[in-house]
C-alpha cells in the first residue's frame, strides 16, 4: 500500500509562473490536506478538501492559490504567477474519514524555488 | 493567542538524559491531540496520539491536561536518533472532517 505521493519532489518556477503540485492520497483515504512550510518555520494549515469539496480554505491566500480534488486523480495545489515569497515546502497529507483520532499521514513534499 | 504554542528550543541534552516537551492549545472545543516528530527536510511523521489517561510508548510517555489545555512529551534515556523536531498536533473537527493545527515545534538534539 503506497503511502501520500507527492509530485513534483523539487519544482522550480521563475517570478511569473504558475505552479501545480500534485497530491495522490493512501489508497482507501478521501480526505486530503495542503500545508506550507518556510524556511524554519511550522507547517501551516491551507485547505482541506474531500472528493470534488472544498471543505475550509481557511488557510489559503486569497489572491493566486487554489486547490481542487476531482473525482479522478490526484489533488492539485495551484499557485498562479508565482513570487518569491511562496518559495517553501509544500506537504499534503491524507487520512482516511472523519473521526477523532484519525490520523494523518504525509506525503514528502514538493519544495517550492521561485527564483 | 497562537491555536497551539511550544517552546521552539533547541534543546541541547547529552545522550541518557531525560527531556520534556510542553504544548498549550487555545481551542477548548478541541477533540483529540497528537506528537508528531519531523526530521530536517522531511515529512512530519505520526509519533503517539496524546489521551487523558495518559500514555506511554517505550521511551516516550505522552499526557493531555483537558482542564489547563496542557500537553506533554516526555523522553526518557534520549538517543542520537532522537535528534528531531517535534511537533504538538491539535485536531478540531471542522465541517465534516478533520484540521489538524500544528504548533512550530521543538528542537532538541542529542549530543554525545
Known amino acids: 500500500n503506497a503511502g501520500v505521493m507527492q509530485n513534483p519532489r523539487h519544482l522550480v518556477r521563475r517570478r511569473g509562473q504558475e505552479a501545480r503540485l500534485r497530491c495522490s492520497p493512501m489508497?482507501?483515504?478521501?480526505?486530503v490536506y495542503w500545508y506550507r512550510q518556510l524556511p524554519e518555520e511550522g507547517l501551516k494549515f491551507m485547505v482541506y478538501?474531500?472528493?470534488?469539496?472544498?471543505?475550509?480554505e481557511s488557510g489559503m491566500p486569497k489572491e493566486r492559490f487554489s486547490a481542487e480534488f476531482p473525482k479522478e486523480g490526484p489533488s492539485i495545489l495551484r499557485i498562479q504567477q508565482v513570487v518569491r515569497g511562496d518559495s517553501a515546502a509544500y506537504f499534503c497529507?491524507?487520512?482516511?474519514?472523519?473521526?477523532?483520532?484519525?490520523?494523518?499521514?504525509f506525503g514528502q513534499g514538493t519544495r517550492l524555488t521561485v527564483v | 493567542r497562537k491555536e497551539v504554542e511550544q517552546d521552539p528550543g533547541p534543546f541541547n541534552v547529552p545522550e541518557g538524559a531525560t527531556v520534556a516537551f510542553n504544548c498549550t492549545y487555545s481551542?477548548?472545543?478541541?477533540?483529540?491531540f497528537f506528537w508528531y516528530r519531523q526530521d530536517c527536510r522531511k515529512e512530519p511523521k505520526l509519533l503517539m496520539s496524546v489521551y487523558s489517561s495518559g500514555n506511554e510508548d517505550g521511551r516516550f510517555t505522552a499526557q493531555l491536561n483537558r482542564a489547563s489545555q496542557y500537553i506533554s512529551l516526555l523522553i526518557r534515556d534520549s538517543k542520537l536518533s532522537d535528534s528531531a523536531t517535534y511537533l504538538c498536533?491539535?485536531?478540531?473537527?471542522?465541517?465534516?472532517?478533520?484540521?489538524?493545527?500544528f504548533g512550530t515545534g521543538t528542537q532538541l538534539k542529542v549530543e554525545l
Open positions: 478538501l474531500q472528493k470534488e469539496n472544498i471543505i475550509d
Open positions: 481551542n477548548s472545543a478541541s477533540q483529540s
Open positions: 497529507a491524507s487520512s482516511p474519514a472523519r473521526g477523532q483520532n484519525t490520523e494523518a499521514f
Open positions: 489508497k482507501g483515504h478521501s480526505h
Open positions: 498536533v491539535v485536531n478540531g473537527l471542522t465541517g465534516g472532517g478533520n484540521k489538524l493545527t
